[in-house]
């Protein structure tokens, strides 16, 4: 477990005290938001069982998602819909639902520490990117565990109005069954219309 908290004590050990944690859920689906996440854990916490979300059964990302809520400092869930990810590109989008996410948290970090390799900037706070930081950091795998129950929830429910999709299964992404039922009931609003390709379409030639 303690390998999961190498780069939270090296930020500790230089004078950070409030580290936030950042990830995403979404950005590849064909439909839906991007969701993205920052948690602040407790100093000392070790909350066992934590890693990559997508490791991670659907019942024990809830488990866990109720003990990250109960003991974080201050954690934010936000998301970027489709219409914006068509307008600005996903790249964007995600960047701007992380930005929001820290926006909406009740305390300001010393420093986010994200998941991935964008690179982007962040307004006012220094950021650190670690790739595959879900599974390296215990505060990013938080983040990201917030972030994919959110996101996960958000599509069940978005399945009562459209239930020929199938949402609470694939949750938007490009499955198979998601793209026959494209095919055959079209493109919705919800949808991600930079995201309908031949391929998905059926028409490639």
Known sequence: MNNMLEYEIDLYNSGKKLICGIDEAGRGPLAGPVCAAAVILPKDIIIEGINDSKKLSEKKRAVLYEEITGKALAWSA???????????????????????????LSVTPD??????NDKLEF???????IVKGDAKSQTI????????????????KLSEK???????????YGTKAHCEAIREFGVTDVHRKTFMTPKVLGTAK
């Open 78 to 104: 936000e998301f970027v819909f489709q219409d914006v990810i068509d307008e600005i590109n996903i790249r964007q989008a995600t960047h701007l639902a992380m930005q929001n996410a820290v926006n909406a």
């Open 111 to 116: 420093i986010l520490i994200v998941d991935g």
């Open 123 to 129: 307004d006012k706070i220094d950021s650190l990117y």
């Open 141 to 156: 795998a938080a983040a990201s565990i917030i972030a994919k129950v959110t996101r996960d929830r958000y599509m069940t």
């Open 162 to 172: 459209y239930p020929q999709y199938g949402f609470e299964k694939h949750k938007g």
